[in-house]
């Protein structure tokens, strides 16, 4: 896949669990190009709010947020071998507690915050400053790059996307119920998609990539096709 003659801004949203961040990974791998998890910094923001006692019986303190994101600074570092990008929370490596059944169950609570959601967009504009970045979540094409040069919605069947978590999870040696993870997978896009502030859904200039009979190769040639049919593959006089 051959880059787009400048350097230019991708921005992935959609449902959980549908291979996003694979999807962005292996394209920014193939543009050598930088990629952002925003999910991974909700997550970041999460931890430091349950850390600093801020979240009580599914309730959090919104009054002592700002002076916790006065000081936050999340930054992710790539390890060569094997190849991972790992997250970072005040100089700390969280990549494994963020991705803990206590974050994720606490994480709509704090993503629905409006001044939650203000830092961390300013902190994710400022990221693409120089373009040359993928970053995926649920509002990047909505409100975070509003003008990105290429918006794709990711999708697939909400059993399609159960199977697969299903699958990752038993092979990792975990003992999991399939219904489970449906009724998780279907209640997450119900938060994300009717929450209040920046709820979940496809901008109208975005491409819809529904993934749910697509190996991670074919999705990477339907981009190099739409990537080969913008104009951004063209020489400027
Ligand atoms: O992509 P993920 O599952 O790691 O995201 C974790 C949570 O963060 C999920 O509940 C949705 C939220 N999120 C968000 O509100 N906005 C984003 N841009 C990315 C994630």
Same mark, same amino acid.
């Given at each position: 896949?051959?880059?787009?003659?400048?350097?230019?801004?991708?921005?992935?949203?959609?449902?959980?669990?549908?291979?996003?961040?694979?999807?962005?990974?292996?394209?920014?791998?193939?543009?050598?190009?930088?990629?952002?998890?925003?999910?991974?910094?909700?997550?970041?923001?999460?931890?430091?709010?349950?850390?600093?006692?801020?979240?009580?019986?599914?309730?959090?303190?919104?009054?002592?947020?700002?002076?916790?994101?006065?000081?936050?600074?999340?930054?992710?570092?790539?390890?060569?071998?094997?190849?991972?990008?790992?997250?970072?929370?005040?100089?700390?490596?969280? #990549?494994? !507690?963020?991705?803990?059944? /206590? *974050?994720?169950? =606490?994480?709509? @609570?704090?993503?629905? &915050?409006?001044?939650? $959601?203000?830092?961390?967009?300013?902190?994710?504009?400022?990221?693409?400053?120089?373009?040359?970045?993928?970053?995926?979540?649920?509002?990047?094409?909505?409100?975070?790059?509003?003008?990105?040069?290429?918006?794709?919605?990711?999708?697939?069947?909400?059993?399609?996307?159960?199977?697969?978590?299903?699958? #990752?999870? !038993?092979?990792?040696?975990? /003992? *999991?119920?399939? =219904?489970?993870? @449906?009724?998780?997978? &279907?209640?997450?896009? $119900?938060?994300?998609?009717?929450?209040?502030?920046?709820?979940?859904?496809?901008?109208?200039?975005?491409?819809?990539?529904?993934?749910?009979?697509?190996?991670?190769?074919?999705?990477?040639?339907?981009?190099?096709?739409?990537?080969?049919?913008?104009?951004?593959?063209?020489?400027?006089?």
């Amino acid at each position: 896949m051959s880059a787009p003659v400048r350097k230019i801004i991708i921005a992935i949203d959609g449902h959980s669990s549908c291979g996003k961040s694979t999807f962005a990974k292996a394209i920014a791998a193939k543009l050598d190009y930088i990629y952002i998890d925003s999910g991974a910094m909700y997550r970041a923001v999460t931890l430091a709010c349950m850390e600093n006692s801020l979240i009580r019986d599914g309730h959090l303190d919104e009054k002592r947020l700002p002076e916790i994101l006065m000081n936050i600074e999340i930054c992710f570092q790539k390890k060569p071998s094997p190849q991972i990008t790992e997250t970072w929370l005040n100089g700390v490596n969280v #990549e494994e !507690r963020i991705r803990s059944v /206590d *974050v994720a169950s =606490n994480v709509s @609570l704090v993503s629905k &915050s409006r001044i939650v $959601r203000k830092k961390l967009v300013s902190m994710q504009r400022e990221m693409g400053r120089d373009k040359g970045i993928v970053m995926d979540g649920r509002d990047i094409g909505t409100v975070v790059f509003p003008h990105a040069d290429i918006k794709i919605f990711m999708t697939a069947d909400p059993e399609i996307r159960a199977g697969r978590r299903y699958r #990752e999870l !038993r092979d990792k040696g975990m /003992d *999991v119920d399939f =219904n489970d993870i @449906l009724e998780n997978i &279907s209640e997450r896009d $119900r938060l994300d998609e009717n929450r209040s502030e920046s709820p979940l859904k496809k901008a109208p200039d975005a491409l819809l990539l529904d993934n749910s009979y697509m190996t991670p190769e074919q999705q990477l040639e339907w981009f190099s096709n739409i990537l080969l049919k913008t104009d951004l593959m063209k020489c400027r006089k």
